[in-house]
Nanobody
């Protein structure tokens, strides 16, 4: 059974930093794109950042230059470094991964979500 487990959320003041981490576990053969989405109250879930297995990255305009996504292919982990946080970054952040599992089945998996709150 494949699981994505996130960590690193919390409460931070505006201008502060946080680092989110996500580890994929289970019978994973390979990982394609991995990324982070977020969902604020009353809003749709949106892509924050993604990274391919060869390191190509994509960021939402709202976080470009403030957030950095990285991954460790050997450990099937993905991280999101968030700097210069703003109140509008407040949301539940979800890890996402496009994985091939044993038996060569390819599916998209989601973590349980971690709360990030930016407030004074």
């Amino acid at each position: 059974q494949v699981q994505l487990v996130e960590s690193g959320g919390g409460l931070v003041q505006p201008g502060g930093s946080l680092r989110l981490s996500c580890a994929a576990s289970g019978s994973i053969y390979s990982a394609y794109a991995m990324g982070w989405y977020r969902q604020a109250p009353g809003k749709q879930r949106e892509l924050v950042a993604s990274i391919t297995s060869n390191g190509w990255t994509n960021y939402a305009d709202s976080v470009q230059g403030r957030f950095t996504i990285s991954r460790d292919n050997a450990k099937n982990t993905v991280s999101l470094r968030m700097n210069s946080l703003k109140p509008e970054d407040t949301a539940v952040y979800y890890c996402n991964a496009d994985l091939v599992t044993s038996g060569y089945f390819r599916n998209t998996y989601w973590g349980q979500g971690t709360q990030v709150t930016v407030s004074v």
